[in-house]
């Protein structure tokens, strides 16, 4: 399984971006889609993740700028930015958990390769 994350870049303060992250290979279903990023010298963070049902859940510094929606018929998750601020830039990765047999209820995690983020003037 291979996710492949696009959609970063330089935007100004209170500007917006959408990134995407699309999922190819072996896969039965996607299960949970999360987006994480780490700044410099910083500890990566989990930003959203949605079920495959649609329930989301955001961290406290996103919330109310950022919606992470999904198109399970593509296997690819979105994440749509609004009101960017500087403390937003980072490297923007997603993480899928992903059931790739129809026999087996089991789940792998797999990682993009990352995606950067830069918000200044």
């Known amino acids: 399984v291979q996710l492949q994350a696009s959609g970063g870049g330089l935007v100004q303060p209170g500007g917006s971006l959408r990134l995407s992250c699309a999922a190819s290979g072996r896969i039965f279903t996607v299960n949970s889609m999360g987006w994480y990023r780490q700044a410099p010298g910083k500890e990566r963070e989990r930003v959203a993740t949605?079920?495959?049902?649609?329930?989301?859940n955001y961290a406290d510094s996103v919330r109310g700028r950022f919606t992470i929606s999904r198109d399970n018929a593509k296997n690819t998750g979105y994440l749509q930015m609004s009101s960017l601020k500087p403390e937003d830039t980072a490297v923007y990765s997603c993480n899928y958990r992903v059931r790739s047999f129809s026999w087996s209820r089991s789940e792998d995690a797999y990682w993009g390769q990352g995606t950067q983020v830069t918000v200044s003037s």
């Open positions: 949605i079920t495959k049902g649609g329930t989301t």
